[in-house]
């Protein structure tokens, strides 16, 4: 029996929800943030990146349209050559009561992670293998989404097929509670050989905000890669202009970790910033910037 496109059936579905739905008039809502900084890498480390100047590398404008019953993302940025541009549809799915489906940016199973992601978002349900030997495929392109409760999502998520791969379909399920001085979340997932789980806490305390997560779970085409992942982050609001926020994330597998700062100031319609990295889990590098938003 040929394998069942999901993704195609969905697009299908989707246009035909619009079309259906062409009295519904929907205005493009433009979003993003323009600015310069300059990023100077530790010379240690030094290896494809270079100290550079740049107005183009970190900033893009999203566009997105509701109709009310089908929402569309699209995000437009540069990859910092000259003229480079990419457009990439980050989201479209339908939306009918509790249930969504379509395309989405990111999996039901990282729902419970809190707090910074700037290395890690959580344990995703990638079960391919590349050249390289790097994790790569996820569900994040195909999904059905059913929101039993405010706390409890469930959803059927779906490879894409590559080649003469069939695509995998399988299940993902998050749960996040507010108690109230704080939320703690339980997700996960499996698809193929790969699986994963993830548990967050975060609390607020005065003008910071602690986040604690933990991801374990397996991926790869044979689900024979470990994965186990640790993150902590603070960010404080030191006054109503400036924030400081610090993030650790460890590979436990790898036995590697990073450090993550970024200071914050707002003057007016400005953001004046700064961003640290260090550890080995990336570049060690220091951005220096300003940045408005609209």
Avoid at 70 to 81: F, H, K, L, S
Avoid at 245 to 251: C, M, W
Wanted: hydrophobic share 40%; proline share 1%; charged share 20%.
């Amino acid at each position: 029996m040929k394998a069942i496109k999901l993704a195609s059936v969905f697009a299908v579905s989707a246009v035909a929800a619009a079309v259906s739905t062409a009295t519904f008039a929907a205005e493009a809502v433009f979003t993003g943030n323009a600015g310069v900084e300059y990023v100077t890498q530790n010379e240690s480390k030094k290896t494809t990146t270079a100290n550079e100047l740049s107005g183009t590398k970190e900033f893009e404008v999203e566009v997105s349209v509701d109709t009310g019953i089908v929402y569309a993302e699209i995000e437009i940025a540069t990859d910092g050559a000259d003229e480079g541009t990419k457009i990439g549809m980050e989201k479209l799915y339908v939306k009918q009561g509790a249930v969504k489906f379509g395309r989405f940016d990111g999996t039901v199973a990282t729902g419970s992670f809190f707090g910074m992601d700037e290395y890690f978002g959580g344990v995703d349900l990638k079960n391919a293998t590349d050249s390289d030997g790097d994790l790569t495929g996820d569900t994040d392109n195909t999904g059905i989404r059913y929101m039993v409760s405010p706390e409890l999502t469930v959803a059927i998520e779906a490879t894409n097929a590559v080649g003469d791969v069939d695509g995998e379909i399988g299940f993902a399920a998050s749960y996040v509670m507010d108690f109230g001085g704080f939320k703690a979340g339980i997700s996960g997932g499996a698809v193929g050989d790969a699986n994963a789980v993830n548990v967050g806490v975060q609390t607020v305390a005065g003008p910071a905000t602690v986040s604690l997560n933990y991801g374990s779970g397996a991926g790869g085409t044979d689900g024979d890669t470990d994965i186990e992942l640790m993150t902590a982050s603070v960010a404080f609001a030191a006054s109503e202009a400036l924030t400081l926020t610090l993030e650790f994330s460890s590979d436990l597998e790898a036995e590697t970790d990073g450090t993550y700062f970024v200071g914050e100031y707002a003057a007016g319609d400005l953001t004046y910033y700064v961003k640290n990295y260090a550890g080995d889990l990336g570049s060690e590098l220091t951005k220096v910037g300003v940045k408005a938003s609209f």
